[in-house]
C-alpha cells in the first residue's frame, strides 16, 4: 500500500515537471530576440531537403520581417533595410517561349517543386535566392578521378550516347526500362538536392594547395578571381597553364583539349600549378595537363543578374543585335531564336554551357528536363571541389582561402571588368521570372549550389568566423584603395591614364579601369599595379615571363614579315 501511494505521489511530480518544462518550451520560442529566432530557423531549416522557389509569399512577408534578423554582410541597399522581395516560381507559371520542330512548346510547369516550411521563401535566410535590387554586383563589401567531397550527390551514367563526356542528353530515345530506372534514380537525387555536408574536424594546420583549376564562368565577376590566381602565382613564380599563341582564352567555346596550352605539346612546362582562362570544360581532357592532387572550383551567379549584363556585354551578337531592350528579346527575339548561328549560345543557359553541358533544351518532356538537371547538377558536384556565388564574393573568398590554405591578402582584390552602374538595367519581377524560365537550367544549377554553399560555410568556417573574417577582408581592401587608387576607386575608361590599364571594351558595356596614386614605388607599386591590371594585359605579361624565349621569337618574326610587306618607295621622275 505504502509503494503504492509512492508510485502515484512520484508520478503527479513527473507529470508537474513535464508540464513545466512543455509550458517553458513555448514560451521560449515566443519570447526569442530577432536574432535568436533567426539561429533557431536556421538550424530548422538547414534539415530539410532542398532550397525553395515557391509562388507565393505574400502571406508570410510580414512574419518574416519582423522575426529575421539582418544578416549582417547582406547586399541591401541605403533604404532597402527591412524589405523582403517576394519570388514567384516560374516553372508553375511560364512556357518556353521557343517553338521547337513540329511547333511544340516545351511546358516547363511540370518540373518538381521543391518547398521551405510553410510555402515560405526566408528572404533573410543567408542562403535565400530572393532577388535584391542590388543583386548581381559583385559584393566587394589535383587529381585524375573526382574529388573527395562530403555528401556529393551519385554519378548516374547516361542510358544513351551523351554528346561529349560532359554532356548527358535528354533521354527521349533510351528504352522504357531504362527511362524506368533513371526515373527511380532521379527520384532519390531530387528528394534531397541539399548535399548532406558531414561535420568534419578540422585540422591545427594545413598545406596550402598550389595546384588550382578555376573554370572562368562569364559575367561572374571572374575575371576579379582570375586577378586573385594571377597575383597569387605570379608573386611565387608559379607555372600557369595559358592559352597558345597568346590567346585570350583556350580556344573558347571548344571543348577544352590538352594541346590548347602553350608548352604542354612542346614539353617546355614541366609542370603547370595553375590553369584559370576561360575554357568550356571537360574534365577527363584536364586532367591530362594538371596534378593529381589540383584543386577544382568555380563560380554561379543568379542567372535574372547574369543575362541582364550578359545582354549588355554581348550585344553584337545575332540572337541580341536588333533587339531594343533585353524584354524586347524575351518576348519577340526568343520566339525566332536559332541556336546555331555564332555566339548565340551566349543567349541562354550559359553557366551550364561554360560547365560543358549541352544548353540548348530541345524538344522533350518534362520529365526529361528534370533528369537532364540533376544530371548536370551530381556531375558538378563530382567534378568540383567548390562552387562560389557571386552575390557572396567576399564571403566567397572567405571559403576559397579556407580551401586552399591560403592568407586573407592572397585573396583581397578590387573589382575588374566591371560594368559603369549606370549601364546597369533594373527589371521588373515579370521580367525576371521569364529570365528564370529561359534559362530553366542555370537557374536550376543556382538554387542547388547557393543551398550548399551556406552548408559548406558552416562545415568550413561557421557563421561567427565568417563575418568576423570578411570584416578584415573588407577593411584590407580599403587600406589597399587608400594606397593605390587614385581618387580611391575605379574611373571611366577614358580617363585611364596608363595604356598598359586600360580595360577591353565589348557590347555596348562600358568597363571601368583604375589610376594608380603617383609616387608609388618597388614592392608597393608592384603589388598595386596587380590588384589594377586587366585580363588581358596580365595574361600577355605572364605569357612573356613564363616563355621568354618564345615570345623573342615571335617578335623577331613579326618584324621579319612587317619589313617584307613594306611598299617600295615611289620614283621621282
Not at 146 to 168: A, E, F, I, V
Not at 381 to 408: G, K, P, V
Request: contains cysteine; proline residues 6%; positive net charge.
Amino acid at each position: 500500500m505504502a509503494l503504492t501511494v509512492l508510485c502515484v505521489i512520484l508520478g503527479v511530480v513527473w507529470q508537474s515537471r513535464n508540464n513545466k518544462m512543455l509550458n517553458a518550451h513555448f514560451t521560449n520560442n515566443t519570447q526569442r530576440t530577432p536574432s535568436e529566432l533567426e539561429q533557431w530557423d536556421w538550424k530548422r531549416l538547414r534539415s530539410l531537403p532542398a532550397p525553395v522557389v515557391e509562388e507565393d509569399v505574400r502571406s508570410q512577408k510580414e512574419r518574416v520581417s519582423k522575426q529575421l534578423a539582418e544578416y549582417e554582410h547582406g547586399r541591401e541597399k541605403p533604404g532597402q533595410e527591412g524589405k523582403v522581395t517576394e519570388v514567384s516560381n516560374p516553372f508553375n507559371t511560364l512556357k518556353d517561349p521557343r517553338k521547337p520542330a513540329g511547333n511544340k512548346v516545351i511546358s516547363l510547369t511540370g518540373l518538381s517543386k521543391v518547398t521551405l516550411g510553410n510555402n515560405t521563401l526566408h528572404a533573410r535566410v543567408p542562403w535565400s535566392v530572393a532577388v535584391r535590387p542590388s543583386e548581381g554586383a559583385v559584393g566587394h563589401s589535383a587529381r585524375s578521378g573526382p574529388p573527395t567531397m562530403p555528401g556529393r550527390l551519385p554519378h548516374l551514367q547516361s542510358t544513351n550516347q551523351p554528346k561529349s563526356s560532359n554532356s548527358p542528353s535528354i533521354l527521349g530515345k533510351s528504352s522504357p526500362r531504362a527511362r524506368s530506372t533513371y526515373r527511380n534514380n532521379v527520384k532519390s537525387l531530387t528528394a534531397g538536392l541539399i548535399s548532406d555536408v558531414e561535420p568534419v574536424v578540422a585540422s591545427t594546420t594545413c598545406q596550402r594547395k598550389n595546384h588550382v583549376v578555376f573554370l572562368k564562368t562569364h559575367k561572374t565577376g571572374s575575371s576579379t578571381i582570375l586577378n586573385i590566381l594571377y597575383r597569387y602565382g605570379d608573386s611565387r613564380n608559379l607555372s600557369f597553364g595559358l592559352p597558345i599563341d597568346k590567346q585570350p582564352a583556350l580556344f573558347y567555346p571548344n571543348f577544352f583539349a590538352p594541346h590548347f596550352v602553350e608548352g604542354f605539346r612542346s614539353g617546355r612546362v614541366k609542370e603547370f600549378h595553375i590553369m584559370c582562362n576561360h575554357m568550356r570544360f571537360k574534365r577527363a581532357e584536364v586532367v591530362k595537363v594538371m596534378p593529381q592532387e589540383t584543386f577544382y572550383f568555380s563560380i554561379l551567379r543568379n542567372p535574372v543578374a547574369m543575362m541582364e549584363s550578359c545582354f549588355t556585354y554581348f550585344k553584337g551578337i545575332p540572337a541580341f543585335n536588333n533587339m531594343k531592350s533585353l524584354e524586347d528579346f524575351l518576348d519577340n527575339g526568343s520566339r525566332t531564336f536559332n541556336n546555331s548561328l555564332p555566339n548565340n549560345f551566349l543567349a541562354q543557359d550559359l553557366q551550364t554551357f561554360d560547365f560543358g553541358f549541352d544548353n540548348h533544351l530541345g524538344a522533350g518532356t518534362t520529365e526529361d528536363l528534370e533528369m537532364q538537371v540533376a544530371l548536370i547538377i551530381s556531375t558538378v558536384e563530382q567534378d568540383f571541389h567548390l562552387i562560389l556565388l557571386t552575390e557572396y564574393f567576399d564571403e566567397s573568398m572567405i571559403l576559397l582561402r579556407h580551401a586552399l590554405c591560403w592568407s586573407l591578402d592572397d585573396v583581397v582584390s578590387f573589382k575588374l571588368n566591371s560594368r559603369r552602374e549606370g549601364t546597369r538595367q533594373a527589371l521588373s519581377r515579370q521580367t525576371a521570372d521569364k529570365i528564370r524560365a529561359w534559362n530553366a537550367l542555370d537557374w536550376r544549377l543556382y538554387l542547388h549550389f547557393n543551398a550548399t554553399f551556406w552548408r559548406r560555410v558552416d562545415v568550413m568556417v561557421g557563421r561567427e568566423k565568417m563575418r568576423d573574417e570578411v570584416n578584415q577582408l573588407q577593411d584590407r581592401r580599403a587600406e589597399l584603395a587608400q594606397m593605390c587608387l587614385q581618387g580611391g576607386g575605379a574611373v571611366d575608361p577614358s580617363k585611364v591614364k596608363d595604356v598598359g590599364l586600360k580595360p577591353v571594351q565589348s557590347g555596348a558595356a562600358v568597363i571601368e579601369g583604375y589610376n594608380l596614386n603617383p609616387g608609388l614605388d618597388g614592392p608597393s607599386k608592384t603589388l598595386c599595379r596587380r590588384l589594377v591590371t586587366p585580363e588581358w594585359q596580365y595574361t600577355d605579361i605572364l605569357y612573356a615571363k613564363q616563355f621568354p624565349k618564345l615570345v623573342a621569337k615571335q617578335i623577331q618574326t613579326a618584324k621579319l614579315a612587317s619589313s617584307q610587306h613594306k611598299p617600295a618607295s615611289a620614283k621621282v621622275t
